[in-house]
């Protein structure tokens, strides 16, 4: 990989009404040793920072047109119409006892089909011993581009939802305990099929269905954590981890509130760790 990279960056703390302006401008060149474009992008961004302490952000991508060497793990390379694809994010005050986020993602998967990607999530932190994140995550894509083996590719219409809970506390200067719970539930649907050309650089062909199986998938994976932490001495901890994780077959039929329970259910990870770390001498 050969890379050429450009990055001009402007802060400004003298705006009125703000606490801080953040500008970027961003120039990414990236090409394999065969001298095709892999990665090309201009990139600008812009982040405000008000003076309640909330905070907006913004950013606009444009992808020119390229090749993917990789998707096809080794069965040829394609081209990638160009794309673009923009950002908002806000976020309130982190330093109240409860702050929210918000964001949203509009964007084009590789062959040009719309991809949004919503995301929220709530802090609780009433002291400084305490902290409760809970996030979510929501995913809907018209195009993903999926290789099938060989060269087959095929695009799915695909929902995705994507929770997360995060809870911290301390119990005094050397106890903690944490506890973390994700889980990502995939549904997607077939929708366009391809053949990549082995012998040239060029576009997908759609050939249509040609085969009776479908190739409709769901994923649901689940992962918790509970942990305990004692700090006996500096450098040296007790550990007491349980981890329990959940993942269903790509065949599993069900609702997302169905695909969540089944995970945590039919659980694949189930164990318990006690973890002693002691630093010898002085």
Known sequence: LMQLEYRLNVSESNIEGLRSRN???????QWDTAGRPVRLGLFGSQSLSFNNNASLSTQLRYFPARVDDRLSRGNGTFNIPERWSADLDWRSDRSRPISIGASINLGQEDLGDSRIQYSSGVTWQPNDRFVLDANMRYVDSDGW??????????TFDSNEWGPRLDMDYFINAKQQL???????????????FYQLDPNSVDYLINTGKTKTSSDNFTVSRMSFQARYRWEIAPLSDLFFVYTRGGSLARDFEDDYMGLFVNAWQDRVVDNWVLKLRYRLGS
């Open 23 to 29: 500008r970027s401008v961003q120039i990414v060149n």
């Open 145 to 154: 581009l999926i290789h099938q083996g060989g060269g087959r590719m095929t």
């Open 178 to 192: 944490r506890f973390s719970l994700q889980w990502t539930g995939i549904k997607a649907f077939e929708d366009e």
